[in-house]
C-alpha cells in the first residue's frame, strides 16, 4: 500500500484518509487508480462537506486531477453538493460546455425548449472513439429497436449485439424543490470523463452515459430564486414553490401518458432518438437512497416479462453493492407499484427500455440540517436490513454522494452486462412486434366516421408523440368482434379513412397501455395505489376505440402515415359546440396552483382568452360582474371553505411572490408581495355578488365543496360514503339533461375521471331532503299479516294513504303541498338545482381503474347546474380538465363558457 503524506487539518485529513481507504482497495472492484493525481483542493471540500464518514464510498471521496478539464470548483467556484450554494441552469449548462471544451469524451447537444424558452440539453460521455462513431452505433441500435430491419433474425442481432454500445439516459431535477441532482451530474460527468479507475474506464468504453442534468429548467431556475431568498432573509419563514414548470408542479412526473408538457416531448424524443436502453430519474424524498425500480406491486399489465426480471436484476445488484461500500439506509421495494405508465422514467418501459428512479434524501435546498426520522423510515424490515439512522445531520454533499455511488455502481454493473441487456433490448422489441400472435390484440380502429373528429385527431397525436406507427385503411373493411352478452359474435365495418393501430411494430405496448382498459381489483394486497388506478384514453376522449383480436384485420389495405395527424385549431379541436365567448377569469389560490395548471394549459393549447387572477385579486376588485362573465376555480387539491377563505395563517413574516433583484424568476405567471392572505370575507361576498347579479362560476371536486359550503349551490350536498373506494378511476356517467346547453353536442354517455368518488345528491330544500318520508324510506308499520289494504284501524274503512316519492338517486325529492306550504326553506322553482349528467349504476359505474363499494355513488349526480340569484354555479364531482388525457369532458366545460347566458335553455 503506498501512503499519501496526509496533511494537518481535520479535513484535509479525513479526506487524505479516505483516500489511502481507497488505495487499499487496490485489488477491488471500484480501486482508484494509484498513478492518478487527486485533486487535494476540491477532495479536501469533499470532506468538508460530507457530514458523518458512513455517508461516503471510495467511489466519491476523492476527485482525480486533470491539468486540462476544469472542475466545477474551477468553473464555478463551488464544488458539487457544496454548503449554502445552488447553481442556476445557466451556470449547470455553462459547466457541461466547459466540460464539452476540454474533453473529447464529452458532447453536449440541445434538446429542445421548455415553454418559456428555456432551454433543455443532453449531455453524452464515452470514449473519444464512440463519439466519433455515434451515427454508425445508433445505426445499430436503431435495427435492434426494430427487428423489423433485419427480419427478426435472431443471429443477426446477436452479431449486431457484438459490435454496438448501450445508451444509459440520466435525468435529474424534474422535481424542483429536488435539488441536489444538477450537482451530482456534474460531478458525475467529470468523473467519468477524466478518473482512470480501471471500472471508470471500463464504464467509458463500455457505455455512452447520457446525462439531462435538468428536466424542469424553468422550475429550477424559480427555486434557486427562492433559496437564494431564503439565504438572504435568515431566520424568516419563505413560500412553498409554487410554480415549478409554466403550467404544473410536481405532476410533470405525470405526463408521460398525455405528452403535454414540452420537457415530456424533449425527454421522451431524446430517449426514443437515441435508442437508448435505460432511463434512470433522479428523485429526492426518503432517507437515505431508494431505489425504486423494484417497488411493490402490482406492476402494469402491459409490459414485457423480461423487463420485471431487468428491475429486479439492477434493483437488488445496486443494493447489495452499496450496502457493501458500507453506506447505510439503501434499500429497494416499497410502496411505489409500478402500475401507472405516467413517470417520466415510464417512458423507457412503454418503449421497451428499463425504467429506473432513485429517491435519496434531500434537503429541498442547500442548508446543512439535522433531520429527525419517522419510526417507518428507520425500522429494520425484509427490504431494509441496513436502515438510515433515527437522527442524522444531512447535507446536500451527503445528497450527492449517494446519488453519485448509485449512479457509478449502477454504470458499472450495466457494463459489464451490456450485451445481455443490449439482448433484452432487441427480444423486447421483437415480443413487441410478434404481440398480434403471440399475446394480442391485432389492432385498434379509430373509426373514419368518428362524430368527434377534432377530439379523434386530439388522440391520435397523443400516440404520434409516443413514436406509435398509425396507418389509415385505404378501403372499407370488416372485423369480427368478440361475442357480446349474447354469446354471439358481432361483425363491424369500418370506413374508408379509418385509423388502425396495428400491434405488430415495436412501441404497441404503449398504445395498448393507452388504449386497452385498467382494471385493479379492490382485493390487491397493495390497498394503497400510488397514483390513478385508470386511464383508458378512448374512454376519456370520449372517441370511438374498437379492440380488435382477430389478426385478418392486418390484412387491410392501408398504408401508414408520413405526417404528423392534422388537428383542427381552437376550439374545433375538441368539438365544442359554436357560441359566444364570454370574459374570462381563471381563479387560483396562494397555497395551490398545480391542478389549475392544468386547465391553464388547456386554456391556451384552445386558444381562449382569459385572465389569471387570484383569491387576492377578487378580494381587491370592485364589480366583479363589470369584468367578467365567468370565472374558472380549478380544484386545488384537499382545500375546504375556511382555507380558501382565510388564506395561510397571518403570523411571522409577509412571504413575497414577486420579480426583484434577488428573485428575477418570480413573479413572471402571477405575483404578491405576500401569499398569505386568502379569499376573506369581502372576497366571498364579492363573489357571491357576482354569481347572483349573473355570472357563471365553474367548480369541481373540493372547489365544489367550496361552493357548496359558502351557500353558492343551494339544494346541492356531497353524497355521504363510507364503503367507497376510488383511487383516480373512470366511471361511466350518463347524461340526464339534454336539454341543457352544457350536455350539447354529447350522446348518452361519457366518461368522467374521479379521483376519490365524490358525488352529489340535490333537494328542493336548502336544508336538504333529510327526514322528508320516501317510498325508498316507507316501512309497513306493525299489524295484520296480510294486504296491507286490510290492516284498516277497526270502526271505520281503510283509507289508503297517498303514494310516497320515489325519487332516483340524482333527483330531488318531490314536495308535496304541506310540505311546500309556508316554507321558507323551498327553492323556488326557476332556482332549483338542475343534474346535467348522472353515474351510471352500480353494474356499469366502472369502466377502468379502482371501484369498491360503488353502490354508494351509482346513480348520483355527477354534474350538477346550480342556482344562485341569476347566476349559476356548475359543479363536477370530478375533475373535467386533467393532465391532458380528458378532452371528453372539455366541452362540459367550454359548453357553459360558450352558453353563459343562456344556461336556463330547456330548464
Known amino acids: 500500500m503506498r501512503l499519501l503524506p496526509c496533511l494537518a487539518g481535520f479535513a484535509l485529513a479525513a479526506s487524505c484518509l479516505a483516500a489511502q481507504a481507497a488505495d487499499t482497495l487496490a485489488a477491488g472492484a471500484y480501486a482508484r487508480d494509484p498513478a492518478q493525481p487527486i485533486d487535494r483542493a476540491y477532495t479536501a471540500q469533499i470532506g468538508k462537506f460530507t457530514t458523518d464518514a458512513s455517508f461516503n464510498t471510495p467511489l466519491t471521496d476523492y476527485l482525480p486531477a486533470s491539468s486540462s478539464v476544469p472542475t466545477p470548483l ?50 453524452a460521455i464515452a470514449d473519444q472513439a464512440l463519439l466519433a462513431n455515434l451515427q454508425a452505433n445508433d445505426a445499430r441500435l436503431a435495427q435492434l429497436a426494430d ?38 451530474l456534474m460531478e458525475l460527468a467529470y468523473r467519468l470523463a477524466v478518473d482512470d479507475a480501471p471500472y471508470i474506464r471500463s464504464i467509458r468504453s463500455h457505455v455512452i452515459t447520457l446525462i439531462t442534468p435538468i428536466v424542469e429548467v424553468d422550475g429550477r431556475d424559480r427555486m434557486v430564486d427562492l433559496y437564494n431568498w431564503h439565504k438572504a432573509n435568515p431566520g424568516k419563514d419563505y413560500p412553498h414553490l409554487l410554480y415549478w414548470g409554466h403550467y404544473v408542479a410536481h405532476d410533470n412526473n405525470r405526463d408521460a401518458m398525455g405528452m403535454t408538457l414540452a420537457l415530456t416531448r424533449n425527454v421522451a424524443d431524446t430517449f426514443i432518438g437515441w435508442h437508448a436502453q435505460v432511463l434512470h430519474d433522479l428523485h429526492e424524498s426518503v432517507p437515505f437512497l431508494y431505489d425504486n425500480t423494484v417497488g411493490d406491486g402490482p406492476y402494469n399489465a ?86 438510515p439512522l433515527p437522527e442524522v445531520t444531512w447535507s446536500q454533499r451527503d445528497n450527492n454522494n449517494y446519488e453519485q455511488a448509485g449512479v457509478l455502481t449502477a454504470l458499472d454493473y450495466f457494463a459489464h452486462n451490456s450485451q445481455a441487456f443490449l439482448k433484452n433490448f432487441y427480444l423486447k422489441a421483437k415480443r413487441s412486434i410478434e404481440k398480434p400472435t403471440e399475446a394480442g390484440p391485432a389492432a385498434y380502429v379509430l373509426p373514419g366516421d368518428e362524430k368527434r373528429s377534432g377530439t379523434q385527431a386530439q388522440l391520435l397525436r397523443v400516440l404520434e408523440r409516443q413514436h406509435v406507427e398509425i396507418s389509415r385503411a385505404s378501403a372499407p373493411f370488416s372485423v369480427i368482434l368478440p361475442a357480446g352478452a349474447d354469446g354471439k359474435k358481432q361483425t363491424r365495418r369500418f370506413p374508408a379513412g379509418s385509423y388502425v ?52 384485420v392486418l390484412k387491410t389495405p392501408m398504408a401508414r402515415l408520413d405526417k404528423p395527424v392534422d388537428v383542427p385549431a381552437g376550439l374545433a379541436g375538441v368539438d365544442v359546440a359554436n357560441g359566444k365567448l364570454p370574459r374570462i377569469a381563471l381563479m387560483h389560490t396562494w397555497f395551490g396552483t398545480q391542478t389549475g395548471g392544468w386547465w391553464r394549459m388547456a386554456l391556451d393549447q384552445l386558444g381562449l382568452h382569459y385572465d389569471y387572477i387570484s383569491t387576492q385579486d377578487v378580494a381587491r376588485m370592485g364589480d366583479l360582474r ?70 357563471l362560476l365553474v367548480t369541481a371536486e373540493d372547489t365544489a365543496q367550496f361552493a357548496i359550503d359558502a351557500g353558492l349551490a ?47 345528491t340535490v333537494s328542493n330544500l336548502v336544508t336538504g331532503d333529510g327526514g322528508l318520508p320516501s317510498a325508498r324510506d316507507a316501512e309497513r308499520p306493525t299489524g295484520r299479516g296480510g294486504p296491507r289494504d286490510k290492516d284498516a284501524p277497526q270502526g271505520r274503512p281503510f ?46 359505474l366502472l369502466i377502468s381503474g379502482l371501484l369498491d363499494g360503488g353502490s354508494e355513488m351509482a346513480e348520483h349526480a355527477a354534474v350538477v347546474d346550480a342556482r344562485y340569484g341569476m347566476g349559476h354555479v356548475l359543479l363536477f364531482a370530478g375533475n373535467p380538465i386533467w393532465r391532458g388525457e380528458t378532452l371528453g369532458s372539455y366541452p362540459l366545460v367550454l359548453n357553459a363558457l360558450t352558453h353563459f347566458d343562456r344556461l336556463d335553455t330547456g330548464r
Do not use: C
Open 714 to 760: 343551494p339544494g346541492v350536498f356531497t353524497t355521504r360514503t363510507t364503503k367507497l373506494k376510488v383511487v383516480g378511476s373512470v366511471l361511466q356517467a350518463d347524461v340526464v339533461d339534454r336539454d341543457s346547453p352544457i350536455a350539447a353536442g354529447y350522446a348518452d354517455h361519457l366518461a368522467l375521471y374521479s379521483s376519490d368518488g365524490q358525488s352529489f
Open 501 to 552: 393501430i396495428r400491434m405488430d411494430q415495436p412501441y404497441s405496448r404503449i398504445a395498448d397501455a393507452l388504449l386497452d382498459r385498467q382494471y385493479w381489483s379492490p382485493k390487491d394486497p397493495q390497498q394503497h395505489p400510488y397514483d390513478d388506478t385508470g386511464w383508458s384514453m378512448g374512454d376519456l376522449f370520449d372517441v370511438q376505440v374498437v379492440r380488435v383480436t382477430a389478426p385478418d
Open 302 to 387: 402491459w409490459i414485457d416479462p423480461i423487463l420485471t426480471g431487468e428491475w429486479q436484476q439492477l434493483g437488488w445488484d445496486n443494493v447489495q453493492k452499496m450496502t457493501q461500500l458500507g453506506l447505510p439506509g439503501v434499500f429497494t421495494h416499497g410502496d411505489f407499484d409500478t402500475w401507472s405508465p405516467g413517470y417520466l422514467m415510464f417512458i423507457a418501459a412503454m418503449h421497451n427500455g428499463i425504467s429506473r428512479l432513485y429517491e435519496t434524501f434531500g434537503n429541498g435546498g442547500a442548508d446543512t440540517r439535522k433531520r429527525i426520522l419517522d419510526p417507518s423510515e428507520y425500522e429494520r424490515t425484509w427490504y431494509r436490513p441496513n436502515p
Open 799 to 844: 283509507a289508503a294513504p297517498p303514494a310516497l316519492p320515489d325519487a332516483k338517486p340524482w333527483q330531488a325529492l318531490p314536495l308535496n303541498e304541506d310540505q311546500a306550504y309556508n316554507n321558507p326553506w323551498v327553492i323556488p322553482q326557476g332556482q332549483r338545482p338542475r343534474v346535467i349528467l348522472r353515474f351510471a349504476d352500480a353494474k356499469r
Open 147 to 184: 427487428p423489423r430491419t433485419i427480419g427478426m433474425d435472431d443471429a443477426k442481432a446477436d452479431a449486431l449485439v457484438k459490435q454496438t454500445t448501450p445508451v444509459y439516459y440520466l435525468t435529474g431535477s424534474i422535481h424542483s424543490t429536488e435539488t441536489g441532482a444538477p450537482t451530482a
Open 74 to 123: 474551477q468553473v464555478l467556484g463551488h464544488i458539487a453538493g457544496a454548503a449554502d450554494w445552488l447553481p442556476y441552469s445557466a451556470d449547470v449548462y455553462r459547466y457541461f460546455r466547459a466540460l464539452d471544451s476540454a474533453s473529447p469524451r464529452v458532447k453536449v447537444l440541445t434538446i429542445g425548449k421548455t415553454e418559456e424558452g428555456r432551454e433543455m440539453i443532453a449531455v
Open 626 to 695: 363589470a369584468r367578467y362573465d365567468a370565472i374558472l376555480f380549478a380544484p386545488i387539491g384537499g382545500a375546504s371553505l375556511r382555507r380558501i377563505v382565510d388564506g395561510l395563517p397571518m403570523w411571522g413574516n409577509p412571504m413575497p411572490w414577486q420579480t426583484s433583484a434577488l428573485t428575477p424568476n418570480l413573479g413572471h405567471i402571477d405575483s404578491t408581495p405576500d401569499i398569505r392572505p386568502g379569499l376573506g370575507e369581502a372576497g366571498l361576498a364579492k363573489l357571491k355578488r357576482f354569481v347572483h347579479e349573473g355570472g
